[in-house]
DNA sequence: TAAAAATACTCCATAGGTATTTTAT
DNA sequence: ATAAAATACCTATGGAGTATTTTTA
């Protein structure tokens, strides 16, 4: 096995061919250069100097070993400068998993700014359903995630992150859309478009609803869809009104392509929560987009209280 | 600076997935392997693989570090395993300079032989005069010389290794040519072909004939030439006759294309010598050419004398 | 004889070990 | 409860130093 400072000392003689000036060139003494140089020599077996008080010079065997010498002692400055770069979190990938909302309507607009901070990074995003994206953190497919569900798993911790307003929504054409305010038994009432059974959407509805008084059946579901766009796009097409992510329908609200009105006395509120193995050591580029995430969803929810 | 046994002992670790089997693996303790891994993790200012009693799993870090240090081994490994075969004398340069007779009448065959032996070596011959080989062994441009003349030179070291028989030699069709054993006189009074005043050779031959009382200027020398070569041609030639190693002629002499013809009483001898820088090291396939061309001195010798 | 390398020696850091405790499944 | 990693502690090798001697141009 052959020493690195050794190497260091066998490169520094031959650039100086001179060994105490290669002593100062490595802050070492003369004897302390010898002893290494001995010692390496005696380890190959050959001389790799002859020295003499006027003059060192390179044996052939020094001249075999030096490519050697000089490209382990490259790489290992350049494995030094990687990982000081990788920790200085320039470079490095992301691998974050999603559900859907914070996948297709949360994260986006996040990661795009990330990235222009950080622009040597890479990105990869997994979007599935909640309980899939736990199941590639706890395999370590991805590093965090970010779901709409605390599910049950000891390997696993959650850490409360944004949190999602839905809202009720019509079309532009509804018989509502010119309300401000309806009330929670005039919603009931309407056609409602919603995700299946099961969804993470569908269960907050439920949830909130159940918590007024309302039974899950009693609401008056003329269509189920397997995505938010789908419902998105239902309520525009005018075949009812939905409960959605505020998030997802922003854009259309701004630009009255739907209509958001308040059911009195109730609000919709969804938690979404970061996910990661709670042993695994996150890698740099990880921490930083989680911070970045804390502050974003701090100054969201600022935001929102300074709005109300 | 890194230090490889560290990167022994993280390249295990990778390997195993297990700190107590890698520390089997490299022969050491897991306690041993525990610490070299937390330096280096200190050292790089990162966690490089997650441990439970269960799971040693690699990080990002780890995966970013690892190709660092696989080639960093690999380098090492075959460094070594480089040095060694130099020294087993498969490999390496042949720096060998030679003044004019020996390199080109008596190294090319030598060489060739011991290029059969070691077919992985390579040969760099230099040829000059006498006093520019030792000059370039001097200055290093070579490792060994193999000359004519035994220079005043403190930093070499000069070794008796062939000799040289000179021998007297005429045309086939010249007048001599039937004799086997001609007078001394015969021969002074010949039309002699010789090389320039100064060369090894015409020294050699002044030498010798003066030992018999045979002044320099009393030679009828017709031409002078540059070059053995241009002796040999001039004298097939039917110019005149010449003394010239036994070696520039051997083929001649076996197919009849030129005669040599003794002189009573006189052999001429010149000696070629081995040189070496006195301080030098010599690379393990130089010394073991000079090993090779003592033993070939040799056995030319005994066959000489066993001739006789 | 002067400048550089080699040697002798001292000291302390640390690589490696053994014994034990902690941790996580 | 068990298997593996971490920790604590000890020892001895050897890395790095200072002081000195040897070498050679």
Redesign the pocket.
């Known amino acids: 096995m052959l020493?690195i400072?050794q190497l260091q000392v066998f490169l520094a003689v031959w650039e100086h061919r001179?060994?105490?000036r290669a002593a100062q060139a490595v802050?070492?003494?003369?004897?302390?250069v010898?002893?290494?140089?001995?010692?390496l020599e005696e380890q190959l077996g050959t001389r790799l100097f002859d020295?003499?008080?006027?003059?060192?010079a390179p044996t052939q065997a020094a001249r075999v070993f030096y490519p050697y010498a000089k490209q382990i002692m490259d790489l290992n400055r350049q494995a030094l400068e990687e990982m000081k770069g990788f920790l200085g979190e320039e470079t490095g990938t992301l691998e974050i998993g999603a559900s859907n909302i914070p996948g297709q309507y949360l994260l986006p607009p996040l990661l795009g700014r990330f990235k222009k901070i950080r622009p040597k990074i890479e990105i990869k995003l997994e979007i599935s359903d909640t309980r899939k994206i736990v199941e590639s953190v706890e395999n370590s497919m991805v590093e965090i995630g970010l779901v709409g569900a605390k599910l049950k798993s000891p390997?696993v911790h959650f850490e409360e992150c944004f949190s999602d307003e839905l809202v009720f929504i019509a079309g532009p054409a509804h018989q509502l859309s010119r309300r401000q305010e309806i009330e929670l038994d005039e919603m009931v009432a309407q056609p409602l478009i919603t995700r299946e059974g099961g969804s993470g959407t569908r269960l907050t509805i439920e949830r909130a609803l159940g918590e007024k008084g309302v039974a899950a059946d009693s609401m008056n579901i003329v269509v189920e869809m397997g995505s938010t766009e789908a419902v998105r796009q239902a309520v525009k097409a005018g075949i009812g009104c939905a409960i959605i992510s505020k998030r997802a329908v922003k854009d259309d609200l701004e630009c009255g392509l739907l209509q958001s009105i308040k059911i009195k006395g109730v609000s919709i509120n969804r938690t979404f929560y970061l996910v990661w193995l709670k042993?695994r050591t996150l890698s740099p580029v990880t921490k930083s987009f989680i911070s970045f995430l804390r502050s974003s969803a701090q100054s969201q929810k600022q935001l929102a209280t300074s709005k109300n």
Chains 1, 2 share one sequence.
């Not at 802050?27 to 302390?32: A, D, R, V």
């Not at 010898?34 to 010692?39: D, F, I, M, N, Y």
């Open positions: 020493d400072k001179n060994i105490s802050y070492l003494t003369q004897p302390t010898s002893g290494h140089l001995k010692a020295r003499t008080s006027k003059k060192v390997k042993n």
